[in-house]
């Protein structure tokens, strides 16, 4: 069993920046793809960006890219996603996910992570 707690979520306005962090339990952190997803009111949940464990290699979404960062710190069972030159749109729950079992599904799908955090908030204000 994992469990992902995330944080950092809060209200900024325009153009601001926030970092949110997520916190993993279990022995083989390492090992594990971690990706950020995020849902708007109304919309389905959708990818933000992804890390895999070994090799660091990262993708992200197009609506993000050159914007957000995500990096993981393997010592602390910790991912963190760095969101620069923020935008309305970018208001929604940011959830964490993990991939354990190396799923074979693409990296932007939901069903490819097997364990998920609550959620934290983001709200960008124009």
């Known amino acids: 069993q994992v469990q992902l707690v995330e944080s950092g979520g809060e209200m900024v306005q325009a153009g601001g920046s926030l970092r949110l962090s997520c916190a993993a339990s279990?022995?083989?952190?390492?090992?594990?793809?971690m990706g950020w997803f995020r849902q708007a009111p109304g919309k389905e949940r959708e990818f933000v960006a992804t890390i895999w464990g070994s090799s660091g290699i990262s993708y992200y979404a197009d609506s993000v890219k050159g914007r957000f960062t995500i990096s993981r710190d393997n010592a602390k069972n910790t991912v963190y996603l760095r969101m620069n030159s923020l935008k309305p749109e970018d208001t929604a729950v940011y959830y964490c996910a993990a991939d354990t079992s190396g799923s074979a599904l693409g990296y932007a799908s939901p069903r490819r992570y097997d364990y998920w955090g609550q959620g934290t908030q983001v709200t960008v204000s124009s």
């Open positions: 279990g022995r083989t952190f390492s090992t594990y793809t």
